[in-house]
């Protein structure tokens, strides 16, 4: 069994501003911060709520084309210390492979499916 | 602006036992309970990782029929002090409403919609 901790839900957005709106504004989030991702031509924002620590990320993708069904839900984000190790441990048993390793800024992950499909992302330090 | 904590992710599951082996046995998640929910003639399972607050919902339905692309996100869910009231003023700020509130359990529901369509669940006390 891995040791992971669930550490964020990521959504799909169809327009980064108006969702960092509707979550700030409508229900009293907090903006913790917004990136562009160079690897997928996109941009990301960090979100919590002031009493908790559960965190939502909205995913903003420039190649998106038509938002469809399905795209609500990007992924489920897991904080694990070894994301090769990990990955390596997974799959061996049986746990579908999405996307190999890689370093990303500080970080480096991995993504693995959940029975349904559900992308699952590993993450963990950077390995140099 | 309502006042409101981001409580958990809701997934939605093709096959519960299965969904809860995979978050428990392959990413260490613990199940804090499992409940059958009269209402939609289906059955949740409440779930977390062992160093986080973050909790995951698996929502099964016996009447789902087929899974489809965009069932894998089921709902998120804030919770706040006044369902009615909390409802009352995103009304009033032109968010959609979903479902309108009522009694389950020890709790009062009520359900929103992002700006994405994504159904956002309002959770309270129960109201007297």
Known sequence: MVKAKFDYTGIGVRDLDHSIKFYTEKLGMQLLGRYKIKET??????????DGDQKLELNWYANRGEYKNGDELDHL??????????LSELRSQGVEVAMEPFNAGN???AFVKDPDGIWIELEGPKKT
């Open 107 to 109: 970080s480096r992950l």
């Open 41 to 50: 031509n996109g941009e990301i924002a960090d979100l919590k709520s002031p």
């Open 77 to 86: 984000a897991f904080e694990v210390q070894d994301v090769d190790a990990a």
